[in-house]
Nanobody, 119 residues
Framework: QVLLVESGGGLVQTGGSLRLSCAAS????????MGWFRQTPGKQREFVGL????????YYGDSVKGRFTISRDNAKSTVYLEMNSLKPEDTAIYYC????????????WGQGTQVTVSS
């Protein structure tokens, strides 16, 4: 079992920045690809990005590419989402998720943290 806890959400003005953190406990963090997703009421969950378990490669959704950066610190069992040049449309609940390297889908999800970007 892996417990994921997001933090760092809040209210920010358009053009501002926030850094979200997702702390993991449980099994070996380094064996998990970590993903970030977001969701707003009435909309489907949107892929934000991920960082792979082995190479640390990152991949991003088109809507955040060039503005958001994912990193991880395996020693701290934490993954980060650095968000810059925030827009009102980035307003959502942000979730981190963990996918074991042998899994086809994400195995564990955090409870989410609210990000609100005011215009």
């Amino acid at each position: 079992q892996v417990l994921l806890v997001e933090s760092g959400g809040g209210l920010v003005q358009t053009g501002g920045s926030l850094r979200l953190s997702c702390a993991a406990s449980g099994r070996t963090f380094s064996s998990y690809t970590m993903g970030w997703f977001r969701q707003t009421p009435g909309k489907q969950r949107e892929f934000v990005g991920l960082i792979t378990w082995n190479t640390g490669n990152t991949y991003y959704g088109d809507s955040v590419k060039g503005r958001f950066t994912i990193s991880r610190d395996n020693a701290k069992s934490t993954v980060y989402l650095e968000m810059n040049s925030l827009k009102p449309e980035d307003t959502a609940i942000y979730y981190c998720a963990a996918r074991f390297f042998r899994s086809d889908d994400y195995d564990y999800w955090g409870q989410g943290t609210q990000v609100t970007v005011s215009s």
